[in-house]
């Protein structure tokens, strides 16, 4: 499952690739799930519109769209009502694509063969086209105006701001971590890193960690996250382009996936646990 490292790059990848190309036409799959926004909305607000830029919010793609030559109509899906501001011109609107477990969003020549399992096409203006292709359909595509993730971004939040989030909160810090209400996009092996990074059990509740604990937390995050991005830097083709190869790039363990191996610090082995459903992997002497 493509987490907040792979989704930067796959967004960077794209905005490399198709930034400032208009969607000419856009044709859907008939399979319901991958739609979250109504087909016909999709298709209005997706053809005739300039892509002015790729960027990630949480997990999300987020292409922002420039209406071209036509009138704004606006988003009119629920969510967008509720998510737009007064200050949000109605001609920008934007194209979000959640990944899910096995969604791609690949640049494609024409000609080159469909690919099984492809659930959306636009058809560019440069001739390319952009494909989703998602073979168990847990990904979502949807439009709308002036979208934010629910979370505050982990790579841009505040000290302040960041420790407030876990404020008074009883639940294990790692399940805190998944909460995308507070942090948006760190996901399950990027929690148990930074967690051991910062020496913190995952099952430590939030509001009995230090000031001094927290500060940790807060400075490992980003280390973890920004090394997994420097990583997929190199490796934006593998993702992004239609004859890349399937798979993510790996930031090297040190915990996540590694029970009963010796933890790379001290030695001892890593244990795993089951934290609201979710492996949780620490090194028992390194974490307090
Ligand atoms: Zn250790």
């Known amino acids: 499952m493509p987490e907040l490292p792979e989704v930067e790059t ?18 859907l799959g008939s399979k319901p799930e991958p739609l979250k926004s109504p087909a016909s909305e999709i298709v209005r607000t997706l053809e005739s519109s300039r892509i002015k830029g790729v960027r990630r919010v949480g997990k999300h793609i987020v292409f922002d769209l420039i209406s071209e030559g036509r009138p704004a109509s606006g988003v009119k899906n629920r969510r967008a009502r509720k998510l737009s501001k007064p200050t949000h011109s109605l001609s920008d609107a ?4 959640h990944l899910g477990m096995t969604g791609r969003m690949v640049v494609c020549e024409p000609n080159e063969e469909i690919a099984k399992h492809t659930h959306a096409i636009a058809k560019l203006a440069s001739g390319r086209e952009l494909r989703f292709v998602d073979p168990r359909r847990f990904g979502r595509l949807s439009v709308a105006s002036g979208f934010e993730a629910p979370g505050v971004e982990p790579l841009e939040v505040e000290l302040e701001r960041f420790v407030s989030l ?16 507070l942090l948006s996009g760190v996901g399950n092996i990027y929690a148990d890193e930074s967690l051991f990074r910062a020496g913190i059990r995952p099952r430590r509740r939030a509001s009995s960690l230090s000031r001094e604990d927290l500060r940790r937390l807060y400075l490992c995050i980003p280390e973890v996250l920004k090394e997994a991005i420097e990583l997929g830097g190199s490796s934006i083709s593998d993702y992004v382009d ?23 610090v001290c030695k001892t082995p890593i244990k795993r646990i089951v934290i609201a459903g979710r492996s949780s992997h620490y090194c028992p002497k390194c974490q307090k």
């Open 242 to 264: 239609s004859d890349g190869e399937e798979g993510f790039f790996q930031l090297q363990h040190r915990v996540y996936g590694r029970e009963g191996e010796p933890c790379l």
């Open 166 to 181: 876990f404020h008074g909160r009883k639940t294990p810090i790692k399940s805190a971590l998944l909460n995308q209400k």
């Open 10 to 27: 796959i967004a960077r990848g794209l905005a490399k690739r198709v930034a400032g190309d208009v969607i000419s036409s856009v044709w």
């Open 94 to 97: 934007q194209w979000i694509v």
